[in-house]
């Protein structure tokens, strides 16, 4: 069992930044792929970005590739996602989950997942 927890979230001009952390409890963190998605009001919830369980690859949506960026800290059971150069079409709240598989960019591969953490970003 994982329990994952978002923070970092707030409100922000467009073209600036914010980083967001999904700290996880347990001890098998590292064992873990990790991603995020977000879902903006009235829409699906889509893939952001995710990252390998060792860090060492990454992957990204098309919408946020060049500004985004996925890290992890297994020896602090964390993960992060550097927001830059943000857009008003970010905005929505952001989810971190846990699974088993990398790279994987659909909800249902996904076995943990946080509470969500709101990103707005005004024009």
């Known amino acids: 069992q994982v329990q994952l927890v978002e923070s970092g979230g707030g409100l922000v001009q467009a073209g600036g930044s914010l980083r967001l952390s999904c700290a996880a409890s347990?001890?098998?963190?590292?064992?873990?792929?990790m991603g995020w998605f977000r879902q903006a009001p009235g829409k699906e919830r889509d893939f952001v970005a995710a990252?390998?369980?060792?860090?060492?690859?990454?992957y990204y949506a098309d919408s946020v590739k060049g500004r985004f960026t996925i890290s992890r800290d297994n020896a602090k059971n964390t993960v992060f996602l550097q927001m830059n150069s943000l857009k008003p079409e970010d905005t929505a709240v952001y989810y971190c989950?846990?699974?088993?598989?990398?790279?994987?960019?659909?909800?249902?591969?996904?076995?943990?997942w946080g509470q969500g953490t709101q990103v707005t970003v005004s024009s």
């Open positions: 989950a846990a699974g088993l598989k990398f790279v994987a960019t659909t909800g249902n591969e996904y076995l943990y």
């Open positions: 347990g001890r098998t963190f590292s064992r873990y792929a």
């Open positions: 990252i390998r369980w060792s860090g060492d690859r990454t």
